[in-house]
């Protein structure tokens, strides 16, 4: 689906009700819509699969991004003094969470993750405002499949002095994710499952 500014209309209206389920039901909606399709594709970790999910086809749609910054802020534990995600898929997952925060005057820093140290400056992992030390911060994915991806921000964020003990994705695909980080005493949370999104996908597309 090709999206056009000037074809926004009233019934873009769902990311910005009060209604958090009804938030969640457009953003499933949005999902099916851009950015699943079903076909053979090769995941970024080198394996085989029928469907394949474009995360940044709603993370970067207006109505999306809002969406998921209002129902991400609204799992975030009471303590989290920041959220982050490895670049690229969760630089506007984090963003979104930190102007809805913002909007809501509970004010929480986004901190964005490098693949690489920058090759220059302060050769840093961790782009964003400087915290406290032992800062608590929520790990941010659009899509899970083994966990490995997120787990490379965990791992960048406590070897700066962070504490991280949660990650929250948008997407679970229910391939070893959340039994990954539960081996390694994360917790997770996930706003849909695979199963949440096939289903959907299947009713919509009759």
């Not at 399709?37 to 207006?62: M, W």
């Not at 391939?175 to 096939?198: N, P, R, W």
Request: hydrophobic letters at 40%.
């Amino acid at each position: 689906m090709v999206y056009y500014a000037e074809n926004s209309t009233q019934k873009d209206s769902w990311a910005t009700n009060t209604d958090l389920e009804v938030i969640r039901q457009g953003l499933l909606d949005l999902f099916c819509q851009l950015a699943y399709q079903e076909g053979d594709f090769v995941l970024s970790s080198g394996a085989r699969s029928s469907y394949y999910i474009n995360g940044k086809e709603v993370t970067l749609h207006p109505q999306g991004a809002l969406a998921i910054g209002r129902l991400l802020f609204n799992m975030l534990p009471s303590d989290t003094q920041a959220v982050a995600g490895l670049t690229l898929g969760a630089d506007p997952i984090v963003s979104a969470v930190s102007i809805i925060s913002a909007l809501e005057n509970r004010p929480i820093p986004a901190l964005i993750v490098r693949k690489e140290a920058k090759g220059h400056g302060t050769k840093a992992y961790v782009e964003g405002p400087n915290l406290p030390e032992a800062a608590q911060v929520v790990v941010l994915e659009d899509v899970v499949t083994t966990g490995r991806s997120a787990m490379k921000a965990v791992t960048r964020l406590t070897d700066a002095g962070y504490t991280v003990d949660r990650v929250i994705s948008l997407i679970d695909r229910k391939q070893g994710g959340e039994e990954y980080y539960k081996s390694v005493d994360l917790q997770f949370q996930a706003v849909f499952s695979i199963t949440d999104i096939q289903e959907r996908y299947k009713q919509i597309s009759n």
